[in-house]
Structures are given as structure tokens and as C-alpha cells.
């Protein structure tokens, strides 16, 4: 009996991470609007598929540069 082993530890981590930062906010790492229409997409389909409904709500904060600089980023 012949085997061969290798660690791929580190080569599994790397892939997570450019996984993440595909998906996320490299300042942030908020979801970005990939993973968001990632989401959405299996949300249509899952709810295509078991003939329900799915509802979204898109918040828009005008001027919310504004609020960072007066109030700081931790309000």
C-alpha cells in the first residue's frame, strides 16, 4: 500500500479569504452589493421554488457623510 499526503491548511485559507473579500468591504468588511445580489438571487429562486413571496427594502441615507463627520463614525 503506497500513499501520499500534503497539508493544504494554508491553500484552504487563502481561498477563504479571496472568497470574503470577494463578497465583502476590504475597509469595512461590510457585505458589498455582490453578496447582497448573491442573496436576492437564491432568495427568488428558493421562493420561486415553494411558490412564495419575498420582500426587500432598500434604505437610502442621503448626505450620511454628514452624520459620520459631525457625529463621529461610532454614532
Do not use: C, W
Request: charged letters at 35%.
Amino acid at each position: 500500500m503506497l500513499g501520499a499526503s500534503r497539508d493544504i491548511t494554508e491553500s484552504k485559507r487563502r481561498e477563504e479569504e479571496v472568497r470574503f473579500l470577494a463578497y465583502h468591504d476590504t475597509l469595512t468588511g461590510l457585505p458589498n452589493r455582490r453578496l447582497l445580489d448573491d442573496r436576492l438571487k437564491q432568495a427568488v429562486y428558493s421562493s420561486q421554488r415553494r411558490d412564495g413571496r419575498i420582500a426587500a427594502m432598500l434604505i437610502d441615507l442621503d448626505d450620511f457623510k454628514l452624520v459620520n463627520d459631525s457625529l463621529g463614525h461610532r454614532a
